[in-house]
């Protein structure tokens, strides 16, 4: 007689493992660290000055995340250097925060309710600032830290990190226009960067999308 197969135990094993994930994903503090991480490789110092965590806290998430297989690491020196472990864990990153901002009413408004603090701030499109950057009527400037630019970046975008924009502002030429972007659409650098060029005077737009979102139009473009 034919045995059967034991598919309810199947069926618990498979689940629990994936709740694993989910699990690991339930802390606000993981999820910023993962979006940090998505954006270029980060020693455990600076991910607790970007997040204003301890040291501590933040090495002990990031062992959680290293339990989950989500991130990984190598020694650099005296530091301790973390990475996602896939680029697919950005791309699901990206589209948990579209589920979230689509079902959940409350991250819009909380969105919106901060940008509204920076006053008449206009965005443009990524289609928008690519057509005008061809153009040579608009300058883009990358305002994340260093190594994030150099890690990858919108290909003719200047690096100009958000401590370097005062000083920057003396070598922009106010007869073009400006846009500014950082880590996507929850990223406050760029509109606290277009922020500061109006009120040098600059006409200044914030640029939403960020280095996922280009690569995202790059492939539909080879499509």
């Known amino acids: 007689m034919k045995q059967e197969l034991p598919v309810r135990a199947f069926k618990d094993d498979v689940y629990r493992q994936f709740a694993r994930i989910g699990k690991c994903l339930s802390s606000d503090k993981r999820l910023e660290l993962m ?123 200047i690096s100009v990190p958000m401590e370097d924009l005062h000083e920057y502002l003396t070598k922009l030429p106010r007869e073009i226009e400006i846009a500014a972007y950082c880590r996507g659409p929850y990223c406050v650098y760029s509109a606290q960067a277009v922020e500061k060029l109006r009120q040098e005077g600059f006409t200044a737009f914030r640029l939403e999308a960020g280095v996922f979102e280009w690569r995202e139009h790059q492939a539909r473009e080879w499509q």
């Open 35 to 157: 979006h940090l991480l998505s954006q270029g490789p980060k020693s455990v110092e600076k991910l607790a000055q970007a997040t204003e965590m301890s040291v501590a806290n933040v090495s002990r998430h990031l062992q959680i995340l290293l339990d989950a297989n989500l991130v990984k690491f190598n020694k650099k020196g005296t530091y301790v250097i973390y990475t996602l472990a896939s680029p697919k864990i950005a791309d699901f990153l990206t589209s948990l925060w579209r589920i979230s901002e689509m079902q959940l009413a409350d991250i819009g408004r909380i969105k919106n309710d901060f940008m509204s603090q920076s006053g008449d701030v206009q965005v443009l499109s990524l289609d928008e600032v690519l057509t005008r950057m061809e153009e040579g009527s608009i300058i883009l400037l990358d305002v994340r830290p260093t190594d994030e630019f150099e890690t990858g970046h919108i290909p003719g975008a």
